[in-house]
Nanobody, 115 residues
């Protein structure tokens, strides 16, 4: 059994910063890529950033230059550093772990950007 657990998030002011962490625990398996997605109220879940086994990163245009994704392979963890936050970044952020056969999702963590 695999558990994907996000932490971090919370409330930030516009222009502020927050960081998210995601760890994978349970039955070991090969991780091909890890990533962050977000879902705002009334909208579909959308890609924020991904990082693959070769550390190649991919970002949504809306977060390029403001968010940074990184991973610690030894810990089975992925991180998202969010700077220069905007109100439109408000959403529930989900961690996705892509294995060879199965994808796993975390339960989500709320990020609210408001003054």
């Amino acid at each position: 059994q695999v558990q994907v657990v996000e932490s971090g998030g919370g409330l930030a002011q516009p222009g502020g910063s927050l960081s998210l962490s995601c760890t994978v625990a349970g039955t070991p398996f090969r991780i091909n890529s890890m990533g962050w997605y977000r879902q705002a109220p009334g909208k579909e879940r959308a890609l924020v950033a991904t990082i693959n086994v070769g550390d190649k990163t991919n970002y949504a245009d809306s977060v390029k230059g403001r968010f940074t994704i990184s991973r610690d392979k030894s810990k089975g963890a992925v991180y998202l550093q969010m700077n220069s936050l905007k109100s439109e970044d408000t959403a529930v952020y989900f961690c996705k772990v892509v294995g060879k056969w199965t994808n796993y999702w975390g339960q989500g963590t709320q990020v609210t950007v408001s003054s």
